[in-house]
Each structure stands twice: as C-alpha cells, then as structure tokens.
C-alpha cells in the first residue's frame, strides 16, 4: 500500500451544550487520503462535508480524534494543502497577479522567483493577459480559474475543493471540470492527489476514482468505493447511469446500520438524533412537495428519483428535502431509489387548494410531532396563544441554534400553509387563526 | 464634507456607520460598572496631574483679526485637525483589532467605546488642558496638545468602532484562504483586515473629521477658572472677532472655513473614496463611480511611483522575507514543544493590580462629589431636566421640517442633485462658528439663551436627519410608491403605510446621532461668553462650562456623570429598543 499524505482518526465534531447532551455534528470518522487519486465526498446538506474538509485540511480542529499529515499531528505539521472555494474567496482588492502572488510572498520567496512562478501558473490556467485585472471585472468562470491559479501556484500535495463549480453555469463549469483533468491527468501540476467536496452526483462520478457518501444526522460516511470507469467518462454510458442511480440509492435510503454512537468522556452514551423527541423537519415548502407530486403522478404514480431530477433539473441538495418532506407527511414512499406516491399523495395532487391544505393539516398533524405540540399549547392555553420561545428552548435541547431557527421557521411555514395556527411575527408568538380572524373582523365593526 | 456611503446605496452604508452598530449588541450590567469605573479613575488621574501644574499665567497670545493672518491661522488649525485625526486613526485601528481578538478583553472594550461615544466630551476640555500643560515645558506646547487630544477623543469612538464591526464580519472564506496559505499576522492585516475595514474607515473618516471642526471651535480658546487659554487658529480667530463685533472679521473667517471644507472634500475626500472603491466586497464593477483627476494623477505619477519602488517596495519586501523565516522558525518550534505561554500568575497578578489601582482612583474621584452640598445637586438636577427638555425640543422640531422636506428632495432625484451637496457641507459645517452670531441677533430681537440655545442644538444637528431622511426616502423602492398611486391613497394612508415605515429606519438612524450631538452641543450653547459678559441659561452644559470656567471641579464631575448617565440610559431605553425594530420590522429587502 502506498503511503498515505493524510489519515484522520476517529475524527468527530460535536458542540457541547450547557446540559449534558451535546449536538453531534460528524461522528467518528476514519479517512485517508493516499497519492495519485481523485476522492469526491457526496453527500446532503448538514451532512458535514465542508466540515470534514475543514478537518482534514488543519483549519478546523476536531473535537475529538486527530488528523495526521504524513503521521504527525497535523496541528504542528508544515502542511502543504491549499483550498478552492466554493465563493472562489479571492481579494477584491488585490489584482489576479497579486493574489496568485499572495501564497508565495506568505513564504517569503524572492520577487522575481514570486513573478515566475505567478506567470508560469497563469498561463497554465489560461488566465494570460489578465493578470492586471481586478477580480469583479472577470466572470464567475475566470474567477475560478484565479483561485485555480492561487491554488496551485504554492505546488499543493493535495489540492482540497469545496463545491468549486456550484457557483458557476453549466457550460462553465463543465468546460473548467475538464481542464481541470486535463491538468491532472498529463501530471501537468505536481499534485498527489485531488479532494473535492460536492453534492452534484454527476460531477463526482465524472470526476472521482474514489466516492466517499456521507449521511447526516449526524454525519458519518455511509459507503466509500472506487469507481473503475476510465477517462474520459460518458454520461450516457451504461456503466455510468447505473453508478448515479446507485448513489441515489444510497442517499435516499435509510440507513440500513446506524453508526455506532459516540460516548462521551464521562461514558454515557450520546443521545443519537434519530431518537430524539422531535424527526427533524426537511427545509421544503408546501408548494414544492405538490409540485413534486404533481410530477410523480404525470409519470404514473412512481419514478426514479434520480430521473426525477434530471426532469427538474434540480441538484441533491434541492430535491431530498423535499423528497423527505413528502415522505414524512405520507404523500410518498421512497426504495431502492424509487419514489411512489400513496393514496393520500394521489389525492392531495389532485385536489383544488382548500382541500389540499386540509389534507396537508391532516398529515402534518399525524405525521409531524413539533406541528403536533405546537397546536395542542394553543389550544391548552386560555389566551389561545404561545410564544414561540417556549419551542425554540426545547429545540435547543436537540438542535444547534441555526438548525433550531431553521426547525421553527419550517413549522411556521407548514402550520400557517395548513391553517393550523397563525404566527404573529412582531410578538413572535403562535396564534389559533380562527381567534385572528375573530380579531379582523371586530375591528372592521368598529371602523364601520 | 459628509457624503453619503456609496450614491446613497445605504444598505451597507448603515452598516458602516459606528453608531448603527453600537446598538446591535447589549452587554450585561456590570461591564458597564467597570467601564464607569474606569471612567471615573481616568477622571481623578488627570486631576492628580493637574495638581502639580504650578505655572503663571505666561504673556499671552494675542489673536489678530487681520484678513492677512487667516491663511496662518488655517493652517494652524488644518494641522491640529489632521494631527488629531491620525492619532485617532492609528488608535482606532488598535483599539479594533486588539477588541476584535482578544476575546477576555472584547466585551469590556466594546461597552466602553458605547459609553465613551455618550460621553460629553467637551467637559473634559479643562481636565485634559490643565493636564497637557502640566505634562509638557512650554505652556503653548501644552495647550496645542490639549486640543489635540480632545479633538481625538471626539474623533475616535465611532471610527474604533468601525474597524471593529469590520473586523467581526470578514467574509469566514476570505479568513480561511489566508489561513490555509499560511499568510503571517503581518500579511494577513495588510492584505485582509485592513483592505476590508477600508471603507467603513473612510465614512466614518469623513463624519470624523467634521466633528473635529465643532470641538475645534472650542477648544482653541478658553477660560478657565482665572487662566486664559488660547490658541492661533480660526476659532479663535472667530471668536474674537464675534466678542470685538468685528463683521468683516467674521466674513473673512466663515468663508475660509467654507474654503477649507470644500478644499478638504475636493483634494482629501474624493481620491480618498475614488481610491477606496476597490476596497468594496462586490460580485460585478459598479457604474457608478466617483471619479477623481488627483487620485488619476497620483497613481500615473512617473516620480511618486519611482519613489515608491525604491523606498516602499524594498521595505515592505525585506519585512514579509522576515515575517516568513521568524514564523517558520516559531512553528520548528512549536512542534518541537518549545513555545511556553505566559504562567498565569503573572497574569492574574497585573490583573489584580490593575483592578486595585482603578477601584482607588474611581472611589477617589466619588469621595470628592461629598465636597457638593444639597443645593447644588438640586441645581444640577434641575439643569439635566432643563436640557433634556431642550434636546428633545430641538430633536422634535428638525424632525418637523427635516421629514417632509427630506422626502421631498428624496423622492424627486432633480431636486435631490441639486440640493445634496449643499446639504453636506451644511453637514459638515461647523455650527459653533455661527453660535455668536446667532446669539448676538437673538439678543437684539430680544430672545434669550433658553430658547436661543435650542436654535444652536438644532443648528448643528439637524443635518444628521435631514441627510437620512433623504437616504431613506430615495431607498423605499418605486413599486411600492407606484401602488400608492394606483390604489388612490389618500395623502395620510400614503404617509402612514409608505412612507414613514420606510423611512424609519434611516430616521432612527439620523435621530440616534442628532441626539448625541445636541448633548454635546448644549456644553457650549448654554453658556456664553460675549463681548467680555457671560450669558447663562439653565441648564447641565451650562452647569458643566460654569463649572470648568470656575475650576469647580466636583460641580463638574457630578455634571458629567450626569449627562452621561442620562445619554446612555436614553440610548439603551429608547433608542436600542426602536433600532432594533427597524432592523427587524421595518427593514426593506
């Protein structure tokens, strides 16, 4: 076996909280990355890609296990990586030359070996004669290829990336994709190995000879293996179609073993989310979940999932929250990749807008605890109204504070879509809709 | 001048503005007290300082009205101003990067630069005065110090306090590359930090600076107690010429100072923000951009570039060469388990040592409030009800004409052309220049300081909110006035559902620092001194001149506690309550 450039162990992230729980992130993971390979790392939003990346690149340290670059402690090793990112995270007020130069001048290199090394790298980027130029004045497609540029001028052993292309439009970045193995393939740059963070499945089977794919909740990497296809790969081909359906497969199934839960260092057991009080609410909006129906039932009640978003067009990350949305109300059932809609889902894609909502509150109700919670106080109360503080501190118990706001605002969505409370923003409180509408209307008599 | 950020593109020019962010954060109770504290013991060692001053009254300068001694007397006073605004500039870069990182010191800091924004800095004109003079051999040195370091601190706060805020919103992809490429401190405050607070400094540069021109006007000539303080420059200049009724005099001396700020705003501001545009964190290069021939000229310069590449270039190359080698000899280090951090002993014992020392200091200058007797706290707090009513008094009537003009010029882009830039050098006019005039024809018609010291406050405020209403009028999108019309409101249901939410949050804005201002603008608008006579009104700035002019010091202390508390307490219960509604309600995005 070859040796490896960088091996993390039993790397994991998790934010403490006040009480003894605490919001786990990406539990214990082991990864390495060996010379001459191109890893891809796939997963879905909140699974923890940017933050593995962050790990394994030194910027981030772990909360617990180490990341060790050529077997040291990669907190005190000369590490030789570099970033592209995904906002490109280039100077505005530096020109293409000077933050090309920017790396180089950090080590203290002589100007004119600065200037020839710069040159060199922007010529093999195709950036020549642009070298003056500020950064606003390119296109979206030539600031990447600046941040290429300052990427591999310092000569990284491995070259890290983080969603580079999702920025950028389709022909764009399909064009830089290319070039970009190009560069790898003829050993045009001196990298070892290249690892890109991406939710596009395409672009990883395109690109990659290893796919990592993550799950979330906490994140944890749910199948890694090699992709034997050789370059250059077609889409359309067979062997092709069948790896995108695959990890499709993967990411919309659930998970068949649960990793292990982390202890704690006192040893007890960390609660896992899935067991928790409340199912974490997929981010999608109603209207997207019928749009998503509508779309099953035209192709006859059931489809591939993984056609189902070429139709849309749509990317992992925008179609499985709403994928999950649906199939946690019951409006869908998801194997083996496959999406088929239910009765009820049947019925809701059909029905006019009142019926819809009364089909949507009904579900929500059976189907979603939060939703549930949330109405009952309503009506427990005397007033018929709840603070919405009240649900954001049990959240919290659960969620990070982004997630936590996140949850809320999904369930302010869903239960004002569904009629079965009404939120009063300046007051942040839950209202019950008929008592709103009792409101409006007693001030309309008085203005009559 | 003042220009608004960006052709009044005030999105992130809010942002920008120090004030705007001061109310953002709250912090608990006791920072407060220890900022108080700190405070008060700074107060009691410039007092202690004072107590060695053991000079005579020197001869004095005497200030000539000569229209030929203006230029000098400009110069004078440009310098004093541009000295006192690089030392606040070094300071306040300081001030936010030590706050900004230092996460043990970061709270405290940052409450203190909220209460030292409130703080009425004109009182502590004579403390600082008699201080430099003590401090320094010749009396004129001194004094000219004195009025460098009260420009300063008039100067500093929202500056500080921009470069902070700047700071704490780097773009986190921005603060990674230069992580993953190893960048040095050096490099990273160089091509990173420094580059991004840019152009919040530069605003807050130019608000600055304006400022510096009232407190000038203060601080170059004075009465304290039995000495006499005075300084060449143009407010002395103009203040004699008002005290010896001289006309032409003042003539001369308004219309330098209109030359000054207009020269100032032409050769300074323009290149400066031409220059600062590259600066902007923006997707696409804006259209609209201001264009300056001397910042052209600057950067085509053959001879400024050939200086630059033999004396700045070497250097700043010889300096990153040894950044680099000193960081990878600390990193061989560092993995070789060599680097020790301070014992914390050491630590908690200069902690500890500076806690004593400001807990005596602050108690000390307590015990000396026991010297004032019953009457006289009466009389202060009667004075604080006096001005409090007059600030809001002057508040309530800029904001009667500045809202209906402000919308005026804002929703009509031909009058706004017209009328901005004579708006900004209003802006930035210093108003203490026109206080003895306006005094002088108030007298005659027969008003007197209670009323007249209104007119003053609102003299040099109510530009701050005419200058955002107009910001916020030209912000409330088109499609929202057009549905107006098309629904045929009525002129109130207009007012009420368009326009005064809309513009609410600019107003807030404008109002927050117009507030400020006049609490600073009363120290010298209560009490005056006029043809050899002192006119009076009630009130806690005429309580607090009274008192420096007297040398009462306690009186002084009491009155600037006062006044402060009141600022603060007014910030934190009217004001932050009403900026964050706009930041969350009314803000239109």
């Known amino acids: ?448 | 001048m003042i220009h608004l950020p960006s052709g009044f593109n005030y999105t992130r020019g809010r942002e920008t503005l120090a004030r705007a962010q001061v109310f953002k954060r709250s912090w608990p109770f006791f920072l407060d007290l220890a900022v108080a504290a700190l405070c008060l013991a700074a107060f009691y060692g410039v007092l202690q300082i004072v107590k060695f001053w053991t000079g005579k009254a020197e001869p004095e300068f005497v200030v000539s009205l000569k229209p030929s001694s203006l230029p000098l007397y400009a110069f004078y006073s440009v310098v004093r101003i541009g000295l006192a605004y690089l030392l606040s500039l070094v300071f306040a870069i300081g001030y936010g990067y030590i706050a900004a990182y230092n996460k043990r010191a970061e709270s405290l800091m940052i409450a203190a630069l909220d209460i030292l924004q409130s703080i009425p800095v004109l009182s502590f004109l004579p403390g600082v005065m008699l201080a430099m003079v003590a401090l320094f051999p010749t009396r004129q040195l001194g004094v000219e110090m004195g009025a460098i370091v009260l420009i300063f601190t008039g100067q500093v706060w929202n500056m500080a306090f921009s470069f902070y805020s700047s700071l704490k919103s780097l773009p986190r992809e921005l603060g990674e590359a230069s992580n993953i490429y190893g960048f040095s401190t050096w490099q990273r405050f160089w091509q990173l930090e420094l580059p991004f607070g840019t152009i919040g400094l530069v605003w807050n540069s130019m608000i600055s600076v304006a400022g510096g021109w009232f407190f000038l006007m203060a601080c170059e000539m004075f009465v304290l107690g039995d000495r006499d303080f005075r300084l060449p420059g143009l407010g002395s200049y103009l203040q004699t010429a008002a005290s010896a009724d001289n006309i032409p005099a003042m003539i001369y001396g308004i219309l330098t100072v209109i030359a000054i700020i207009v020269a100032t705003d032409q050769l300074v501001w323009r290149p400066v923000i031409a220059w600062s545009d590259k600066f902007k964190i923006e997707q696409t290069a804006g259209a609209d951009r201001i264009n300056s021939p001397i910042l052209h000229f600057i950067q085509h310069s053959n001879a400024l570039g050939a200086i630059k590449r033999h004396t700045f270039v070497p250097l700043s190359e010889s300096i990153y060469k040894r950044v680099a080698e000193r960081n990878r000899e600390y990193r061989a280090r560092q993995a070789a388990g060599q680097v020790k951090d301070t014992p914390v002993w050491l630590r908690v014992g200069v902690l500890i040592l500076l806690g004593a020392v400001v807990l005596y200091a602050a108690t000390s200058a307590l015990l000396k409030l026991r010297e004032i007797h019953q009457g006289q706290y009466l009389l202060v707090l009667e004075g604080a009800g006096a001005t409090f009513l007059r600030v809001n008094v002057s508040l309530l009537l800029a904001a009667l004409w500045t809202i209906p003009a402000g919308v005026a010029i804002g929703f009509n882009p031909k009058l706004a052309r017209i009328v901005q830039p004579i708006v900004q050098v209003a802006a930035s006019f210093p108003a203490p220049i026109l206080f003895p005039i306006i005094i002088l024809g108030l007298l005659r018609m027969g008003g007197g300081l209670g009323i007249g010291s209104i007119v003053l406050m609102l003299l040099g405020t109510q530009w701050y909110i005419l200058f955002n209403v107009i910001a916020g009028a030209m912000a409330i999108p088109s499609d929202l006035r057009e549905v107006a019309t098309l629904f045929q409101f009525t002129r109130w249901q207009r007012w009420q559902t368009v326009i005064l939410p809309g513009i609410f949050p600019y107003l807030i804005t404008g109002l927050v620092t117009a507030s400020g201002g006049a609490w600073n603008a009363s120290i010298i608008a209560e009490y005056f001194h006029l043809k050899g006579q002192t006119l009076q009104t009630l009130g806690l700035g005429a309580q607090i001149s009274a008192a420096s002019d007297k040398g009462l010091f306690q009186i002084l202390l009491l009155a600037t506690i006062v006044m402060a508390l009141m600022v603060v307490t007014v910030n934190r219960l009217v004001w932050r309550p009403l900026y964050r509604l706009a930041e969350t309600k009314y803000k239109l995005s």
């Open chain 1, 1 to 448: 076996m070859q040796t490896t450039i960088i091996r993390a162990e039993r790397v994991e992230k998790y934010y403490a909280q006040p009480s003894e729980n605490r919001i786990q992130v990406i539990s214990p993971t082991d990864l390495s990355i060996v010379p001459g390979e191109i890893v891809a790392l796939l997963g879905p939003s909140g699974s923890g890609k940017s933050t593995l990346l962050r790990m394994l690149t030194g910027l981030s340290a772990p909360s617990a296990g180490q990341v060790y670059w050529h077997e040291q402690p990669i907190a005190t090793a000369d590490v030789n990586v570099s970033i592209v990112f995904q906002s490109f995270a280039l100077f505005p007020w530096l020109t293409v030359f000077e933050n090309v130069e920017a790396p180089l001048k950090a080590r203290g290199m002589e100007p004119a070996e600065r200037r020839k090394r710069a040159m060199k790298i922007l010529d093999t980027v195709g950036l020549d004669g642009f070298q003056a130029a500020y950064p606003k004045e390119l296109s979206g497609g030539m600031r990447q290829r600046v941040g290429f540029a300052r990427a591999l001028v310092v000569e990284p052993e491995v070259l890290f990336m983080d969603e580079p292309f999702s920025a950028l439009d389709v022909l764009t970045a399909e064009n830089l994709r290319s070039e970009l193995l190009e560069l790898w393939q003829k050993k045009t740059i001196p990298t070892q190995a290249i690892f890109i963070v991406t939710h596009n499945i395409e672009e990883a089977v395109l690109l990659a000879d290893r796919i990592i794919v993550l799950g979330r909740n906490p994140g944890h990497v749910r199948t890694d293996f090699r992709v034997a296809l050789v370059h250059p790969r077609d889409r359309k081909a067979t062997a092709f179609t069948q790896l995108v359906d695959y990890i499709y497969k993967v990411l919309t199934q659930p998970d068949a073993q649960p990793p292990e839960l982390p202890q704690t260092p006192t040893g007890k057991r960390v609660r896992d989310q899935r067991q928790m009080h409340y199912q974490m609410l997929p981010h999608a909006r109603p209207g997207g979940i019928a749009g998503l129906l509508e779309l099953v039932l035209d192709h006859n009640g059931k489809d591939d999932i993984y056609r189902l978003a070429d139709d849309l067009a749509f990317e992992i990350d925008d179609l499985l929250p709403i994928v999950d949305a649906a199939q946690l109300l019951g409006f869908l059932t998801v194997t083996e990749g496959d999406a088929a809609i239910t009765p009820t889902g049947a019925e809701y894609a059909n029905s006019e807008i009142l019926r819809q909502k009364e089909l949507f509150r009904t579900a929500a109700v059976e189907n979603v605890l939060l939703l549930r919670q949330i109405v009952r106080a309503i009506e427990a109360k005397s007033d018929r109204t709840v603070a919405e503080e009240f649900f954001h501190d049990m959240l919290d118990e659960q969620f990070s504070e982004e997630e936590t706001l996140r949850q809320l605002e999904t369930a302010i969505n869903w239960g004002r879509y569904a009629e079965l409370f009404d939120f009063d923003a300046s007051r942040r409180r839950f209202i019950q809709p008929e008592k709103l509408h009792h409101d409006s209307e007693s001030s309309a008599e008085v203005i009559e």
